[in-house]
């Protein structure tokens, strides 16, 4: 198969950070999504309905004129949220809210320290039927890095499906078969997103050979045996498994340093990547409910109705790219080839 047309994608994960950041993020996501998912990561995070909207309408101001393109505002869950902020949420038409372990990731400080004091929180959540999305790792300094995933399922997310067993519940951006197998087997209302770098690398991408900063992202790489059963999985048709980028730009500076910071920049060649992957599986026929049909249903949103091509035409992602008045930014995959184009 040389070409292939899909109802055009959504990426249920994706940070665009703010400000002068948005003139590049906004249009390489609208370029080729409908709608994504805005994580609320910011400085200071995105706490409520205000500030999500205020943040929505930043984006909107970002999208090219013509594309109808939406990015979905989302709330950042603190130890302070109160259940009137999620009521507040789902009035001004906030879908989800993230969980941030404190300390877990980029921005993450103002996150949650005491989950098990947040279960008020998420009965609003379910009461409203808004989703809680997660980012699944313990921070205690005595789990190892790599371990921090198979940890949170097994002291965090088992509890709260057990407490709130009618949340709706993404776990984000999943790394291990432990989280694959714990997805699959769950309760229909637990799902996970996958991203196109924990599809196509694992640790020794990262560490043999020279370290790459630019493969540095957290959750962290897993060894290959984990990154085979995410290949599986998202390739197995379930709809437990869709698109979520986690599309993470931050300046080269900041990642080529002796404190680099973690995140991919995909948004730019995401999609193509993810083709990339479903091709070497043999699995392009699965490709369409992954990236265009699962993630919206899950959402309870309509899927989109127009569609986009992809076509067999390798083609080399760029050095670097130049975002004006801030400086340079290394994306994913730079100055490798892809074989699919978008047409
Ligand atoms: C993300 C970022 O930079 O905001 N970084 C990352 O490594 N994925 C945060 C996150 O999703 O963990
Ligand atoms: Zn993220």
């Not at 941030?100 to 008020?120: E, L």
């Not at 959540?125 to 995933?149: C, K, P, W, Y």
Request: net charge negative.
């Amino acid at each position: 198969m040389n070409e292939i047309t899909i109802t055009r994608p959504d990426d249920w994960h994706a940070h665009f950070r703010d400000e002068l950041m948005l003139k590049e993020t906004v249009p390489a996501s609208a370029r080729v999504f409908a709608r994504s998912i805005a994580m609320p990561n910011l400085k200071p995070p995105v706490v409520n309905a205000k500030m999500a909207l205020e943040y929505e309408s930043r984006l909107k101001e970002a999208t090219p004129k013509g594309n109808d393109f939406k990015a979905l505002v989302t709330l950042y869950l603190t130890n302070t949220t109160t259940t009137q902020d999620i009521i507040e949420a789902k009035e001004a038409g906030i879908l989800a809210a993230k969980l941030y372990p404190s300390g877990a990731t980029t921005n993450s400080s103002a996150g949650v320290n005491d989950i098990s004091k947040m279960t008020p929180v998420f009965e609003a959540m379910a009461a409203q039927g808004m989703l809680l999305l997660i980012h699944g790792e313990v921070t205690n300094s005595d789990i190892d890095i790599f371990d921090r995933e198979k940890t949170f399922i097994e002291r965090y997310l088992s509890k709260i499906i057990e407490e709130v067993p009618s949340l709706k519940i993404v776990l984000e951006h999943i790394t291990t078969k432990d989280a694959a197998e714990f997805v699959m087997n769950g309760p229909d209302n637990l799902a996970a997103t996958v991203t196109p770098q924990h599809l196509l690398l694992n640790r020794n991408d990262l560490l043999v050979g020279g370290i790459k900063p630019h493969y540095y992202c957290l959750p962290i790489l897993k060894r290959n045996i984990h990154q085979e059963a995410l290949r599986k999985a998202v390739t197995s048709g379930s709809s437990k498994f869709f698109l979520g980028t986690d599309s993470a730009p931050h300046m080269k500076n900041d990642k080529e340093s002796d404190c680099g910071c973690a995140g991919c920049y995909s948004a730019p060649v995401a999609l193509e990547l993810y083709a990339q992957v479903f091709d070497e599986m043999d699995a392009l026929d699965k490709l369409e409910g992954f990236a265009s049909h699962h993630g919206a249903d899950f959402y309870g949103l309509e899927r989109n109705k127009d569609t986009i091509t992809l076509v067999r035409d390798p083609w080399s992602v760029p050095q670097e790219l130049e975002i004006p008045g801030k400086g340079k930014i290394v994306p994913f995959w730079s100055g490798q080839q892809v074989s699919w184009r978008l047409k």
